[in-house]
C-alpha cells in the first residue's frame, strides 16, 4: 500500500488534476491539446535529447534488456494485429492502429517517473536506452505495415520513402538522433544552453501527465469494449509478462529487470490515438483503451512492483 501512495499516487494525480480541470474547472480541449503539443513536439524531444546525450553507452545498452523489451514489443504487435483482425475481425488498417496501442507503452510519460520515484532518478539510465529505440521501432513496424496496406498499387520504393518521410518528421526520433550525434562525438553545450536544457526537460513530464489528464476527459468510453478489454490486457500483462520471463531467463541485472518491466507494463501512450487518428482508423478503440488501460494500471503497476527485485 505504501507503494502505491508514494510512487503511484503522486503521478495519477498530476493526470486528475488535467482531467478536473477539464471536466470540472471547464479548461478549454485547446488548452490541453496545446500542452500536449507542446510536450510532445518539444519537451520531450528535448529531455530524450539530454537523457540520450548523458548516457554511458556502454553500461546502459544492454542487449540482453533491449532484446527482452523488445521480444516483448514484437509479441504486444502480433498480438494486437492478429488478434483484431482473427478474433474481431476488423479491417487490416484498424487491425494495425491497434497493433500499435498494444505495442506502444507509455514509457516516457508514466514509466520515467513511476521508476525514478520507486527507484531513484539514478535508475532511469535504463529507461533512456529503451526510450532511444521505442518510439522510432513501433512507428517504423507499424508505419510500414500500414504504408503496405494502403500503397494502391505504389511502388516498394515509394512506399518505403512514404516511410522515411514519416519517420524523419517525427521529433521524438529527431530528439533522440541528435541526443545520440551528441554523445557519440563528446560535444558539450555551453553553460546557458544546458541550463535552458535542463529546463525545458524538466516540464516534460508534469506538462504531458497534466496535458493527459485533460485529453483523457475530452473522449467518451465508446467502441468495443471487448476490444478494448483485449488490448488492455495485452499492454498490461503479456507484455510485461514476456518481458519479466525473459528478463530472468536472460539474468539480467536489477536494475534492467525493473526499468524493462517497467517501461513494458505501462498503459498504451496518447501516440496510440494520434497515430490512429493520423490515418483515421479505431479512433474510438484507441482512444476508449488509452484511457482505460491508464485507470486499470494503477493496480497494475502496483502489482508489478510488489513482484519485481
Known amino acids: 500500500m505504501q507503494t502505491l501512495i508514494v510512487v503511484i499516487l503522486p503521478v495519477f494525480l498530476v493526470i486528475g488534476f488535467g482531467y478536473g480541470s477539464n471536466r470540472l474547472l471547464g479548461a478549454k480541449d485547446t488548452l490541453f491539446e496545446g500542452l500536449m503539443s507542446y510536450a510532445q513536439g518539444f519537451a520531450f524531444p528535448v529531455l530524450l535529447f539530454r537523457g540520450v546525450s548523458g548516457l554511458h553507452l556502454g553500461d546502459t545498452f544492454a542487449p540482453p534488456m533491449l532484446a527482452a523489451f523488445y521480444i516483448g514489443v514484437t509479441a504486444g504487435f502480433l498480438a494486437g494485429l492478429i488478434g483484431a483482425r482473427v478474433l474481431f475481425k476488423r479491417p487490416w488498417p484498424d487491425s494495425i492502429a491497434i497493433s500499435f496501442a498494444t505495442a506502444f507503452s507509455n514509457g ?19 529507461n533512456f536506452a529503451i526510450i532511444a529505440f521505442h518510439a522510432p521501432f513501433v512507428y517504423i513496424i507499424t508505419t510500414t505495415a500500414m504504408e503496405i496496406v494502403r500503397a494502391e498499387g505504389r511502388s516498394t520504393g515509394a512506399t518505403v520513402f512514404s516511410v522515411l518521410r514519416s519517420m524523419s518528421h517525427n521529433p521524438m526520433i529527431i530528439g533522440i538522433a541528435l541526443g545520440a550525434l551528441a554523445n557519440l562525438s563528446g560535444l558539450t553545450l555551453p553553460g546557458p544552453v544546458s541550463s535552458a536544457v535542463d529546463m525545458v526537460a524538466a516540464s516534460a513530464i508534469p506538462t504531458a501527465l497534466f496535458a493527459l489528464g485533460g485529453v483523457l476527459a475530452a473522449y467518451k468510453p465508446e467502441g468495443d469494449l471487448r476490444l478494448v478489454a483485449f488490448i488492455v490486457a495485452v499492454s498490461l500483462v503479456m507484455h510485461p509478462a514476456i ?3 525473459l528478463g530472468t531467463l536472460f539474468d539480467l541485472g536489477t536494475g534492467q529487470l525493473r526499468s524493462a518491466v517497467l517501461m513494458a507494463a505501462m498503459a498504451p501512450g496518447i501516440n496510440a490515438y494520434v497515430f490512429a487518428n493520423m490515418y483515421g482508423v479505431a479512433k474510438r478503440v484507441s482512444a476508449t483503451a488509452v484511457l482505460a488501460g491508464t485507470l486499470i494500471s494503477i493496480l497494475t503497476i502496483w502489482i508489478w512492483l510488489a513482484v519485481l527485485p
Not at 516516457?108 to 535504463?126: F, S
Open 243 to 245: 518481458v519479466f520471463g
Open 108 to 126: 516516457g510519460v508514466l514509466g520515467l517517473p513511476i521508476t525514478a520515484r520507486a527507484y531513484g532518478d539514478d535508475a532511469i539510465g535504463y
